[in-house]
C-alpha cells in the first residue's frame, strides 16, 4: 500500500508560479515509479511529468521548459514546480505512485499508477 497527500495547490495570477508537494508513506512506496497529473472540468485527466526511482523524468510538451518534478527521498515526498502558469491550466492536480515498472513511453499514462492521492486544486485567473 502506498499513501499520497498532495499540498501546495491555491490561486495564483497568470505568469505565477506554484510549488505542488506530494508526501508519500507506505512500504511499497521505496521503488515506485512518481508522476503528477491533472484533471480541468469537463477534461480527461492529463499526464505532466513523471520521475522514475533513479531520478529520470519525463515531460508533456506543455509542462517542458516549465514544470519540474523532483524528489525528496529523506522526506519521501514529490514535489512539482510550476512556472509561468497559464490560464487553462487550472485543474485539480494529483500525484500517482506506480508500484509496477513503468516504461518511459508510459509515464504519463493514467492506466500505469496504481495509487492516486486525493488531489489539490489550482485555479490561475487573469
Known amino acids: 500500500q502506498v499513501q499520497l497527500v498532495e499540498s501546495g495547490g491555491g490561486s495564483v495570477q497568470a505568469g505565477g508560479s506554484l510549488r505542488l508537494s506530494c508526501a508519500a508513506s507506505?512500504?511499497?512506496?521505496?521503488?515506485?515509479?512518481m508522476a503528477w497529473f491533472r484533471q480541468a472540468p469537463g477534461q480527461e485527466r492529463e499526464g505532466i511529468a513523471g520521475?522514475?526511482?533513479?531520478?529520470?523524468?519525463r515531460y508533456s510538451d506543455s509542462a517542458k521548459g516549465r514544470f519540474t518534478i523532483s524528489k525528496d527521498n529523506a522526506k519521501n515526498t514529490v514535489n512539482l514546480e510550476m512556472n509561468s502558469l497559464k490560464l487553462e491550466e487550472t485543474a485539480m492536480y494529483y500525484c500517482?505512485?506506480?508500484?509496477?515498472?513503468?516504461?518511459?513511453?508510459?509515464?504519463?499514462?493514467?492506466?500505469?499508477?496504481?495509487?492516486w492521492g486525493q488531489g489539490t486544486q489550482v485555479t490561475v485567473s487573469s
Open positions: 500517482a505512485a506506480g508500484t509496477g515498472t513503468v516504461p518511459n513511453r508510459w509515464r504519463l499514462r493514467e492506466s500505469s499508477y496504481n495509487y
Open positions: 507506505g512500504a511499497s512506496y521505496n521503488g515506485a515509479f
Open positions: 520521475i522514475d526511482p533513479d531520478g529520470y523524468t
